[in-house]
């Protein structure tokens, strides 16, 4: 069956400007959850959704928004990107909940110049 | 505040010496622990998940133990496959949020 997939893989903005980044989970999995990775601070939590409600929020600014789909499919949109947000962003999905241990994707790489 | 503390940064291991890597937590209640390994350019795989001081699981030649601060995953006779970033993360009682350490890189050495 079908991993977790996300779209684009690697991607070049330029400070000011936005992005949209996109994940579909695996077949039937309703929990989406969405990672920062970065080598001095690791994977940061951003958000996670299920049956398209936000149920949790880590501690990122307003710039970083997100939302699900009636699919499952997700998106998650960063607006007046700064230098700061070049990073890994990762999308993982879950049946139930991200205690049944997530299956991640293999992430979106951005680089803000 | 929660939060999550792995040890080594970096670990080398001859091919078939035995070791072990480090993760300690603080969490106002701990609902599991879990294990993942990460390959350059790849998202984290999941391992194992733990959620009581005292349980164990094993996969291959992994092998990861909880207490109620710690826990370790011990690896028995590396290989140059096991080469890989191993990332422990806790899900508090509270909320579904992971708190993710900054991971083990282990390389064995053939």
């Known amino acids: 069956k079908a991993g977790v997939t996300q779209t684009p893989r690697y991607l070049i903005k330029t400070r000011g400007q936005q992005v949209t980044l996109s994940c579909s989970p695996i077949s039937g999995h309703r929990s989406v959850s969405w990672y920062q990775q970065t080598p001095g601070q690791g994977l940061q939590f951003l958000f996670e959704?299920?049956?398209?409600?936000?149920?949790n929020k880590g501690n990122f600014p307003g710039r970083f928004s997100g939302r699900q789909f009636s699919n499952s499919r997700s998106e998650m949109n960063v607006s007046t990107l700064e230098l700061g947000d070049s990073a890994l962003y990762l999308c993982?999905?879950?049946?139930?909940?991200?205690?049944?241990?997530?299956?991640f994707g293999s992430g979106t790489r951005l680089t803000v110049v | 505040e929660d939060q999550v503390t792995q040890s080594p940064e970096a670990l080398r291991l001859q091919e078939g010496e035995s070791s072990s890597l480090n993760c300690s937590y603080t969490?106002?209640?701990?609902?599991?622990l879990f294990w993942y390994r990460q390959d350059p350019g790849k998202g984290p795989e999941f391992l194992f998940t733990?959620?009581?001081a005292g349980e164990e699981k094993e996969k291959e030649r992994l092998k990861a133990t909880l207490t109620k601060k710690e826990s370790f995953l011990h690896i028995t006779a590396p290989k140059p496959e096991d080469s890989a970033t191993y990332l422990c993360a806790v899900q508090a009682n509270t909320g579904n949020q992971f708190y993710f350490g900054t991971g083990t890189s282990l390389t064995v050495i053939p």
């Open positions: 969490v106002s209640g701990l609902r599991g």
């Open positions: 993982a999905s879950s049946y139930q909940g991200a205690n049944y241990g997530y299956t």
């Open positions: 959704y299920f049956s398209e409600t936000q149920r």
């Open positions: 733990l959620y009581s």
